[in-house]
């Protein structure tokens, strides 16, 4: 079985700077990617940023230039270093695992950018 681990998030001030990490164990067959996504009260969860087996990353828009995910060489373990936090990423991030057959989701970690 497939489990999905998270750590990292809390309380930081706008401007400020915090690392998620995210591990995934068990059986894994036919990993694509590994990303992030995150969501609101009330709101759809969004796609934040992902990398993909060979490396190459991509972001949504309002995360660019600040966020940056990247992955522990060949473990299922990805990372999102998220600088010049803003209030509006407060939100639970949520690590995800891509395989060809399913998608693996962790169960959120809560991060607030508040004064």
């Known amino acids: 079985q497939v489990q999905l681990e998270e750590s990292g998030g809390g309380l930081v001030q706008p401007g400020g700077s915090l690392r998620l990490a995210c591990e995934a164990s068990?059986?894994?067959?036919?990993?694509?990617?590994m990303g992030w996504y995150r969501q609101t009260p009330g709101a759809e969860r969004e796609h934040v940023a992902t990398?993909?087996?060979?490396?190459?990353?991509n972001y949504t828009d309002s995360v660019k230039g600040r966020f940056t995910v990247s992955r522990e060489g060949t473990k299922n373990k990805v990372y999102l270093q998220m600088n010049s936090l803003k209030p509006e990423d407060t939100a639970v991030y949520y690590c995800?695992?891509?395989?060809?057959?399913?998608?693996?989701w962790g169960q959120g970690t809560q991060v607030t950018v508040s004064s």
């Open positions: 068990g059986t894994i067959i036919g990993a694509r990617s």
């Open positions: 990398v993909l087996s060979h490396g190459l990353t």
């Open positions: 995800v695992l891509v395989t060809t057959w399913r998608n693996y």
